[in-house]
């Protein structure tokens, strides 16, 4: 899976690529080049969470993880458990992921907006046996808000941080950020077959109608989704990357996570989002890719920050792949951009945009990725449904419902169609001319924030049922997809009252006091 010395420009995947870990990649990486830099953070770290920027080679975050994997399994934690990871854009974010993998356990991410409400619910759905967060982000204390989740979320046993002045009952772990072993970590036995990569490797979560739904994708589903970036973009070997997407989702963890393990480069972390740091980033780490999502992508075009002497791939993740078909044109020339049109935790379609600077066209069918090259890696299958939607299957979708025997169950789940397809719920239509799919819209009920997707008649209600005649919607925002507005009499009582119960400060801000110009914008 990683470049050797063969003399090729692009990134590769090796012959036994279907038979690989995560882990494994890394540990590879760690004995060809173990003085290369592998994760380094932002500069301005310290200014939204714990700790001076760290900047770790290959050998040390090998270390790192194999501490990582130790520290777990002398916990007691089996094999299989699931462990969620709530972590900022920083160096420990992949290392944590990493070590959980290594310890032959599942890793769940949460994103960092999650609050109490959705974070109890996907941790208890999915039975987690621990939480791995820091002491805080910005003004907001992690660590503290991981032991009231622990209180509400019976299967959680521990919770563990990075940071100093943790709360009693919560596990450093900033002690192994500078851990020297290794000592491999004690053998499993024989629960696990041959092929490890068909394991379960992590859990994302989606949202549907009914609420949270987890997605389970084994090694081999997740690399799948790693190689169609990679190739696609054309990446380098050892490529310098520069990251504002955090390893939170699917779309997260194949843009960011596995196009820097499978090129063995570099990966610059940046939290989200200055753009005078961002720029520094990209020159004084001399960084030849950039991922970002979308919208921010072509702001930051117009302002020239790409316009150095190197020419930077840019690869922009659209959280709205609806709004894909009408983007502008790119005209950066120096340099080429790879859409990713993003179908929530199910698939990512990666499509490298030609000389025109305009979306490339995506065929219903097999999606082989390079589609310039004569010998395409198949990642996924595309269909139409009959009612109109777009659904996936393949190697990058996940083949089974977790956890096991939900099906069976009224919960919400990840459901497979018998053919395997898995109807995404995104409407599309044929385009006349080419053939190509065109996305139209989103998930009907489906608020979409960025990168935070939440059912919106759920919060509606729960609005209406604080204060009667509270209204909650949703309206196009050119950045994030879409905004929320609410309306209600009283509106710091509502805010109150959503905030007692849990809730993403983004659905607190909906009911904030407006000025005239915020709502004429809106």
């Excluded at 955090?246 to 996570?257: E, R």
């Excluded at 397809?421 to 960025?450: E, F, K, N």
């Amino acid at each position: 899976m990683i470049i050797g010395d063969a003399p090729r420009e692009r990134a590769q995947p090796s012959t036994d690529s279907r038979h690989i870990t995560l882990d494994e990649v890394l540990r590879r990486t760690a004995k060809r080049r173990p003085d290369a830099l592998a994760l380094v953070d932002a500069e301005n770290r310290e200014s939204f969470t714990n700790g001076k920027p760290r900047r770790i080679t290959y050998a040390e975050a090998d270390r790192i993880v194999e501490a990582i994997a130790r520290r777990l399994r002398s916990m007691g934690l089996p094999t299989d458990a699931v462990v969620g990871v709530q972590l900022p854009n920083v160096v420990e974010n992949f290392l944590v992921a990493l070590g959980v993998l290594r310890a032959e356990m599942i890793a769940a991410p949460l994103p960092l907006l999650w609050r109490r409400a959705e974070a109890a619910e996907a941790l208890a759905r999915v039975g987690a046996k621990a939480l791995i967060t820091c002491g805080h982000v910005g003004a907001f204390n992690h660590a503290d808000f991981a032991l009231h989740l622990a209180a509400e979320v019976f299967s959680i046993r521990y919770v563990c941080a990075f940071g100093s002045e943790l709360p009693d009952g919560v596990v450093s772990f900033g002690d192994l950020m500078d851990a020297d072993t290794s000592d491999p970590v004690s053998p499993i036995g024989s629960e696990r077959t041959s092929n490890a990569s068909s394991h379960l490797a992590a859990i994302t979560f989606d949202t549907g109608e009914g609420g949270i739904v987890p997605v389970a994708r084994s090694h081999a589903e997740l690399l799948a989704g790693g190689l169609a970036v990679l190739l696609e973009s054309h990446l380098p070997r050892e490529a310098n990357i520069l990251s504002a997407l955090p390893p939170a989702s699917f779309a997260g963890i194949s843009m960011s996570f596995l196009p820097w393990l499978l090129s063995g480069g570099t990966l610059v972390l940046h939290h989200p989002f200055e753009p005078d740091i961002f720029a520094c980033q990209l020159r004084d780490c001399r960084c030849n890719a950039v991922i970002l999502p979308a919208p921010v992508a072509f702001r930051l075009t117009e302002t020239g920050v790409f316009a150095g002497e190197e020419p930077v791939t840019v690869i922009a993740a659209w959280r709205s792949p609806e709004r894909l078909a009408s983007s502008p044109t790119w005209r950066d020339a120096n340099g080429a951009l790879t859409d990713v049109a993003i179908f929530g935790e199910t698939a990512i379609v990666p499509a490298r945009r030609g000389p025109d600077g305009r979306p490339r066209p995506v065929a219903f069918g097999r999606l082989t990725v390079p589609r310039d090259g004569a010998d395409g890696v198949a990642v996924a299958d595309i269909a139409p449904t009959g009612a109109g939607t777009v659904a996936f299957r393949g190697p990058m979708v996940p083949s089974h419902s977790f956890p096991p025997g939900i099906e069976r169950s009224s919960l919400p789940h990840f459901q497979i169609g018998r053919d395997g397809l898995v109807d995404t719920g995104y409407c599309c239509r044929v385009d006349p001319t080419t053939q190509a799919m065109i996305v139209i819209d989103r998930p009907s009920g489906i608020a979409s924030i960025g990168g935070y997707r939440f059912p919106l008649r759920h919060l509606q209600e729960v609005a209406a049922g604080i204060e009667d005649g509270a209204t909650l919607v949703t309206l196009p925002d050119p950045l994030m997809g879409q905004r929320l507005i609410g309306n209600a009499a009283n509106r710091a009582a509502i805010q109150e009252a959503l905030s007692a119960a849990g809730f993403n400060p983004l659905v607190l801000k909906a009911f904030r006091d407006r000025s005239e110009h915020d709502l004429v914008e809106a």
